[in-house]
């Protein structure tokens, strides 16, 4: 652990999971916990975290990645029913850089309410040059040939 890296447990997530600060919880099971966000985009905004503490997507063990995209459509059929909302996002941020703060995995579910309440998105995309693709795709292949799973861990 270098000395930059807070604690192991130590992030306001597990704190809320282990009941030490207080949450609106909507689900749990053995891997995941989802409760409101407290500073919801839009009415119902939550957020679906694994109790595996990792900053980021990439460092989830595949078990605690599969428990939370598990629950999401069951999450988010709750959420619709709800609030009456038609539409949503999904949301993981990884990195400050793409805007995250807090430095544990987390999921958020945002409605889009009829008021245009919700996530907002600046989506400038591009054209894909199809030799740039080809030779690109086959980077990423390679890439996940020479990729492991991160070991399992609760
Ligand atoms: P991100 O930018 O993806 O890291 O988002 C962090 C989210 O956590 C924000 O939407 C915050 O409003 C939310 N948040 C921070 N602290 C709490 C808390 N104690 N309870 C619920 N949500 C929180």
């Given at each position: 652990?270098?000395?930059?890296?807070p604690?192991?447990?130590?992030?306001?997530?597990?704190?809320i999971i282990?009941?030490?600060?207080?949450?609106h919880r909507?689900?749990e099971?053995?891997?995941?916990?989802?409760?409101?966000?407290?500073?919801?985009?839009?009415?119902?905004h939550?957020?679906?975290?694994?109790r595996?503490?990792?900053?980021?997507?990439?460092?989830?063990?595949e078990e605690?990645?599969?428990?939370?995209?598990?629950?999401?459509?069951?999450?988010?059929?709750?959420?619709?029913k709800?609030?009456?909302c038609t539409a949503?996002?999904?949301?993981?941020?990884?990195?400050k850089?793409?805007?995250?703060?807090?430095l544990?995995?987390?999921?958020?579910?945002?409605?889009?309410?009829?008021?245009?309440?919700?996530l907002?998105?600046?989506?400038?995309?591009?054209?894909?040059?199809?030799?740039?693709?080809?030779?690109?795709?086959?980077?990423?292949?390679?890439?996940?040939?020479?990729?492991a799973?991160?070991?399992?861990?609760?």
């Amino acid at each position: 652990m270098s000395a930059t890296t807070p604690p192991a447990g130590s992030s306001i997530f597990s704190r809320i999971i282990r009941g030490e600060v207080p949450s609106h919880r909507v689900y749990e099971d053995d891997r995941v916990v989802a409760f409101l966000d407290v500073g919801p985009l839009s009415r119902g905004h939550m957020l679906v975290v694994p109790r595996e503490e990792q900053a980021r997507l990439e460092d989830l063990s595949e078990e605690s990645a599969a428990a939370l995209g598990r629950v999401l459509p069951r999450l988010a059929r709750a959420l619709m029913k709800a609030t009456g909302c038609t539409a949503y996002n999904i949301l993981i941020n990884n990195g400050k850089d793409a805007g995250q703060v807090v430095l544990h995995v987390h999921a958020h579910i945002i409605p889009k309410s009829s008021d245009g309440r919700g996530l907002t998105k600046e989506w400038r995309s591009s054209k894909l040059d199809p030799a740039e693709g080809a030779a690109l795709a086959n980077e990423l292949r390679g890439a996940l040939a020479g990729s492991a799973a991160p070991s399992t861990s609760a």
